[in-house]
């Protein structure tokens, strides 16, 4: 039994039959909402790269260095989000 998004939300509404159940739907929500962060973490990050393209004034070598670095936290961020998807989608 995988992840199925009307069992989450009726449990939500409804309550969950079972206390198992119920530990499998927190974890299951928290799951989504770690997901949910991370993709906003790589948003603001977007628009922060963005910025840093954009702005007068500084150095080519640092403009780089902060684009290189904003995009290694985006993979690592994106790393996260498929550990997160794996845990949703594999839990039972």
Do not use: H
Not at 3 to 8: H, W
Not at 64 to 76: D, G, H, N, P, R
Request: with cysteine.
């Amino acid at each position: 039994m995988g992840f199925s998004l009307s069992e989450l939300v009726s449990a939500l509404f409804n309550g969950a039959p079972t206390p198992e159940l119920a530990e499998k739907y927190t974890a299951q929500i928290t799951a989504l909402i770690s997901l949910y962060i991370c993709l906003v973490a790589v948003f603001l990050i977007g628009l922060y790269i963005r910025a840093v393209k954009k702005r007068p004034g500084l150095q080519e070598e640092r403009r780089l260095f902060k684009v290189w670095i904003a995009w290694s936290l985006i993979f690592a961020i994106l790393m996260i989000c498929a550990y997160v998807l794996y845990f949703l989608l594999s839990a039972s």
